[in-house]
């Protein structure tokens, strides 16, 4: 803690460095994997109804993960990227906000905005790209945005929506509403210098945003330990002066506990929180990737046996809130629900060639409208080289 630029630490002539060891943050957790209370937790203040959605968009992500994976090798979508393994960290945390919070999210986290409400058929309109897409089919499969779920437009380069989450988040603070903005984001995103600049930029203009960091072993094929060497994104937190938390990432309810607290005390203190949520990238890192190249099969098998659907569901059967046969029925429900929703929505046209241009700009720069007659040209002169409704004005 400082005060004009002076700390206020106690003096001391035994000299010693800080030793990173006796700063190691501990992990926030409240369920075991077999379903039971862990830690000591009380767990009667989670809610039957909140539990119960937070399961229910898990299993709808984890249907919606491995159709699309499928969709993917058999041509009929270009890219995909699953959260398999992570359902928790985003579900959770975005069932802990109110729903007009602001969230600004990486790629991988479908999860969130399933448990917002973004329905079946709206993933497939922007996985095929169709007319329907909200985005028009000018971004990357899995770069979705929904204005009115309060879910910012993915961007491709990494780390740009963390700065960006914090100016949100400022202006919130100018409104003086009661709102705060998630920003979610990988262990490798935060070696960017744009999440430095946020933390630091955030924790100076008290904004009221919370970092929420998936922390998932790898970014792409470099495992974490070639990442850093400090203690993991927590530590960084603190260094900033944020309030901090780590918490197992693959425990939704302690997911969901902590960003309870998180937002709670962002608002209360107009302030940053940053959570590092630990947990496991199951699958590859996208349909382009193969994780085999870069790590071990019993790596893998490992960490399936922290499955946050399985522990979840545990305990609420435990609760006896869900069932075997309500799981079942639910889990074919999805998988008939996805196959519906994507065979209609590849068949419905691509966007307008000229939809490209019209809305981005008032008026479309000269640069802008060369570039589209030269792309019309191009469609003209190559036509076997792209699908039957390309290039139609
Ligand atoms: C500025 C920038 N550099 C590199 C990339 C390529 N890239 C895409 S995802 C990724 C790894 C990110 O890892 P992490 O943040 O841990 O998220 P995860 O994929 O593990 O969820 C990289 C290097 C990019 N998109 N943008």
Known sequence: MTEAGYTTAA?????????????????????AQDGTACCGADLSVVE???????????????????????????????????????EAASVASAAALSDQDMLMAQYREQGALALRGFSSEQFMNQ???????????????????CKALHYMTVSSPLATQIPQAVGYAYGQKLAAGEHVTLCYFGEGAASEGDFHAAL???????APVIFFCRNNGYAISTPAEEQYAGDGIAARGVGYGLQTIRVDGNDA?????????????????????????????LGAHSTSDDPSGYRSKDEEQKWREYDP?????????????????????????????????????????????????????????????????????????YPEHYPRTAGRA
């Open 11 to 31: 003096r001391t002539s035994e000299f010693a460095f800080v030793a990173q060891e006796s700063l190691a943050i501990p992990m926030f957790s409240v369920l």
């Open 48 to 86: 039957q109804t909140v539990a119960l959605r937070i399961y229910q968009a898990m299993l709808f992500t984890r249907v919606l993960d491995e159709r699309m994976v499928a969709a993917q090798r058999q041509g009929r979508i270009s890219f995909y990227l699953t959260s398999t393994g992570e």
């Open 127 to 145: 996985l095929f790209s169709n007319e329907l897409d909200l985005g028009k089919g000018r971004q990357m499969p899995v770069h979705y945005g």
């Open 200 to 206: 630091n930029f955030a924790a100076v203009l008290r």
């Open 253 to 281: 309810l302690a997911v969901y506990l902590a960003t309870q607290k998180a937002r709670a005390y962002a608002i209360e203190h107009c302030a940053p929180v940053l959570i590092e949520a630990m947990s496991y990238r």
């Open 309 to 381: 659907l399985v522990r979840l569901r545990a305990w609420l059967y435990r609760q006896q809130w869900w069932s075997e046969a309500e799981d079942k029925a639910l889990d074919e429900s999805l998988r008939a629900e996805m196959l519906a929703a994507m065979k209609v929505a590849e068949k419905i046209p691509k966007p307008k060639l000229r939809e490209l241009v019209t809305d981005v700009y008032d008026t479309p720069s000269v640069e802008l409208r060369r570039q589209q007659e030269d792309l019309e040209q191009h469609l003209k002169r």
